[in-house]
């Protein structure tokens, strides 16, 4: 086995994908019961869509 020379190792760099790998790990917890209340997942998307578009377009307004 070769000898490691601890002295002189460096820490790696984690990589240029690591941030788009946390990003696909994302996710979002919905109960059933409230799933099911506001018309199942296409419909839980897409309110969050619109929401954060509200929020970013208010962001926007607020900037300026």
């Known amino acids: 086995m070769p000898e490691a020379n601890l002295a002189t190792a460096r820490v790696l760099g984690r990589g240029r ?4 790998a946390r990003r696909s790990f994302e996710t979002l917890v919905v ?3 409230v799933l099911k209340a506001l018309g199942g997942q296409e419909a839980v998307i897409g309110i969050l869509e619109a ?3 509200s929020v970013t377009a208010a962001r926007r307004r607020r900037a300026a």
């Open 51 to 53: 929401l954060a578009k």
């Open 31 to 33: 109960d059933k019961k």
């Open 17 to 20: 994908h690591v941030a788009r």
